[in-house]
């Protein structure tokens, strides 16, 4: 079954609950490494959010991951915003204008994400950043694409490798953003953002399949 436009308005919703879930831990997971407030900052984005969603619903999935790029990047404050913004528009962009979603184009579209996240951060894998959680993600969801399966089972298997990929964060040291002005003492924590891509993956995964 393909994910439509209404799934994903499902899907952002249970992001939105997520991370609002998860605030005040992502907030301590920034204190550590950043400025305590990653979670307080995806919070007013993601509710941002859907509060427009609400409003104004596009009826394709690109046309909504395109608008929630617009709301990120307007509402969530330091590197986030742009961050998850470019994610999102990218995604958008390589989607285009399918009305309904395979496993692959769901894998595409985190691939161009992923892109995105790169291109704008100038990040690796190892720079103790959200590339540690997308790029496993990206990879496993590919993997996933070519078996065959459906968009909840390849976004299933991105977050699961997303997870793996945030306690891979723990002992790196920060070379990017204002982790990498603590060296050395940035080994030891989870990076927030790392954090925060897996949580929404989880969501968004879990949201499909419950529409399945």
Known sequence: MGCTAHDV????RAGAAVVAEHRDELNQLDRAIGDADHGENMDRGFRAVVSKV??????TPGALL???ATVLIST??????PLYGTAFLRAAAALGDTAELDGAAVAKALQAGMEGVVARGRAVIGDKTMVDALSPAVEAARTAA???NGPAKVLAAAAEAAHRG???TEPLVARKGRASYLGERSAGHIDPGARSTALLLSAFADAVRSQS
């Open 9 to 12: 308005i499902t899907a952002l």
């Open 54 to 59: 609400d409003t104004a619903a596009p009826e």
């Open 66 to 68: 395109k608008l929630t």
């Open 76 to 81: 969530v404050g330091g590197a986030s915003g």
């Open 146 to 148: 070519e078996s065959g």
């Open 166 to 168: 945030v306690q891979a």
